[in-house]
């Protein structure tokens, strides 16, 4: 029987996995509350999208370089020496 569950439960979590709106989400109408109500009908006539922000754009970090420049590449910190190992064995 776990035998045989096992795959199911594999297979049924990797179709769960999938599902979902990918994009824009739109906030859903207020179930209660007159102000708040009206507050959404007047976004909505004013086209203005619900819940949803403006994308910020990237840091200058993130910018692609200009053509022909050279572009530096990072390196790790040095290591420090290990210390002395002391000899195995009789003396």
Known sequence: ???ALLPLLIVAGALLA??????YLEQPA??????????????TAAGQPSGMTAVAPPPAALEPAEPGS???VP??????????VPPVGPR
């Open 75 to 84: 390196t790790a910190p040095a290591a420090p020496p290990s210390p002395p």
């Open 1 to 3: 029987m776990a035998k």
């Open 30 to 43: 207020p179930l209660w509350g007159e102000k708040a109500k009206a507050e959404y009908k007047a976004k």
């Open 18 to 23: 999938g599902c979902g709106k990918v994009g």
């Open 70 to 72: 050279a572009t530096p």
